[in-house]
């Protein structure tokens, strides 16, 4: 079966398991971000796959062979570093041509390959470059391309873009993308950043505290996510108290939410709803209670802060449809059932 | 790269070279000093192995006493007058810039290197009446005339001063240079002038450092060897003369390898206190 | 403060050079004889160091001496630095308490450390036995400055090259040999210069039979003063001057000496 797959994974430091007992498949060509704040075990998760930690136990198999035992340098990976990792006391064509360099490649093939590869990277010309005199994105690129250049099965980043500034780091993120669609190879990257596996995953895995917590398509991470820590981890949200009234419908904050249920036999739960879900009305009836507490303005999108029933409620919409509200007006929060997520507890 | 133990023996190859060459070079030769210390001498060749204390014994003399006794004030009076002479200094350098700083650390490093004999020869033209000083005052007029400044007991200090002087500014150096300037600027901002937040500030935060440096220039002054013997008279004479002169002139090897022993006890006790407060600074 | 700072590094510039410029002076003086300011300007005294023969032969030893132990002292501390910072193998520090050992006691121990082990194995007086005791004596100065490079290396570079296809030997020859070389070297100029310069061991190991440059002048001192030992006494500043001036030119001394990176501006 091509793809990697995970089988019941664990690595424990001393008493502490940072991972465990963790189970994933990844299909061939998939690109696959493993997030979640930091301790969560992704980073050693990913170093198991590269074989640079060795797994307490579980398997590690990729296209139908146990890898679990196999050191790193037999794998036919490529993997991107926090740090980069590049070698500084050789030139850029030399860090790429590194790999090929210890399978014992001729000067020509390495020469060939390298100006392949710095074209792919938009930097033909750079081979003779010192790596120190890079740029911050260049720098990346050149990283990029040396883990590229066997054209290994499997593709690792260990939060390859953290280093780079805002804009440098969405821009390389759309390149990733398109750099592993074209390629076709089966990439896990680890990162903290949602907005960044958002962009870039086909497959979103969630983790905490060493074990997944979800793992779907980024659109349904956001959609529908499995508990209140990944809703709250990946975008905004907010979790409101739901329970069951006397008539057994179902309730926000006093206002009923029709078509919402509850999980059965319990009268009590959370639900998560996305700001940018939440309409606004005249106080009264069927929407919550509130009193607008703060508005901010970020020209490309509105934020309104409604204190309700000891909570805060935040709603988004764009400027077009600018809800007309200021400071300490009392309004009605409407939250459509469509949009209600009911986590479990 | 994971860190691992070895597993193989091939793992464990690295080490057989160097550990084959400090056991058969330096712990076999250690032993068999302190072997030695327990032979008598054979005035003939170097020793007649034996097992005797006779050469611990002389240790009670008042001679030795006293040799001791003045190795060890002389050695303590050098550590102290490098302290208070290189703190301040070794402060104050880690503040100039990069190429100041090293320009002074090359300086530094081809004085630590010179030979004790060169040192010894150099001070002792510095001190003599026809090259010295001395000349330089009679010059501009503050002497009559030219005079010897040695052989005498603050020459011999001099000197060793000066041999330990850039060692201990080598030592202080990572601690001062590493010192958090925050520290001092947030002194500054408190009102503290640059020399009460030095006093105030720096010198109680490093205080384990003072502490160990002391130690580590008290042993390096224990070791000088030709300093006492060439800026000074027999009575300013230390510890490490007399096991030169025990081994080389008076072909006594067991006695100088019982005051040997005695010396590294001596220097070992001090060397663990060091690290003692070396540890007590990474603690706080 | 300003000027009580500069007055305080101009005493103790004038304190670290006294000696020397006198024994500068000294050493061009025209006339063997010993006086300051020099009488007369020659430079005679230096082409000495290399025309006469017993101070070239003091020379010749004392260079072959500091060449051949310094490499044997890198050859002891390269694969132990290595090991220690390869392996996890607390046991092993004992031999880097005895490398770091020899340095730290006070050097008449070791010299008669020395003594003792080879009157006992009946070699005394072997040139050879020079080399090798200044090699453990000066074992220290390759194994700080190779420890302090191990510890440079960033382990990730080590771990990219293992994803690349790099085993244990090619990662050895290709990043990590390539990154240390400049300890390496530093280490052998210390260990090259201090040799140099070192008496009490080669005293006690080949003091009767051969004589290096500082037991020359010791030997000379006692049947008086020379302008040679004087003009020898500056060659040796002026090589350990230039040797220390090329690691610093060509590396990092800062970070030699323990300031913790080079970018601390």
Redesign the interface.
Known sequence: MPGLSINSITKRFADFAAVDDISLSVPDGKFVCLLGPSGCGKTTLLRMI?????PTSGAIVLDGDDITRV?????????V???L?L???LTVGENIA??L???GASKDDQRKRVDELLAMIHLTGFADRPVAKLSGGQRQRVAIA??L??SPKLF?LDEPLSALDAKLREAMQVELRQLQQRLGITTIVVTHDQREAMTMADLVVVMGKGKILQAASPIEIYRKPADAFVADFIGITNLLPAEADSAGRTTVLGAAVPGVALPTGSAKATISIRPEDIHFSSPGAGAIAGTVSFVRDLGGTVETFVEAGGTTIVAVATPRERPNVSVGQAIGVVLPPESCVVLQP | MRREPPRSLADYAPLFFPALMLIVFFVVPFSIMIAVSFFKRNPAGFYTPDFVFDNYARFLTTFFGSVLGFSLLLAILVAVCCVVIAFPFTYLLTKRSRAVQTVWLVGLLSVLSLSEVIIGFAWSTLFSRTAGITNLFVAIGLMKEPVALLPSFWAVLTGMVYQALPYTILVLYPALVRLDPTLLEAARTLGASPVRAFFNVVTPALRNTIVATLIMVFVFALGSYLLPQILGRPSNWTLSVLITDQAIYQSNMPFAAAMAVFLVLISLALVGLTLLAGRKENAL | MTVLRRLYFILVALFLAAPLIVVAGVSVNQKQELTFPPKGFSLAWYGQIFNDPEWRLALIHSVTLAICSAAIAVAIALPLAWFLWRRIAPWANIFQVLGLAPFILPPVITALGFLSFWATVGLFGQFYTAIISHAIFFVTLPLVTLSLGFASIDRSLVEAASTMGADDRAVLKTVVLPLILPYLVSGFAFAFVLSLNEYIVAYMTIGFTTETLPIKIFNALRYGYTPTMAAVSIFFVTVAALVFGAIAYFGDIRRLLGAMSSDTE
């Open positions: 590269a074989g640079l930690e060795e050191p790193t340098h037999k794998r036919n990976l490529g993997m570093f926090q740090s990792a070698f500084p006391h590194y790999a360099r210890i399978r040396r883990a250049a066997l690792l």
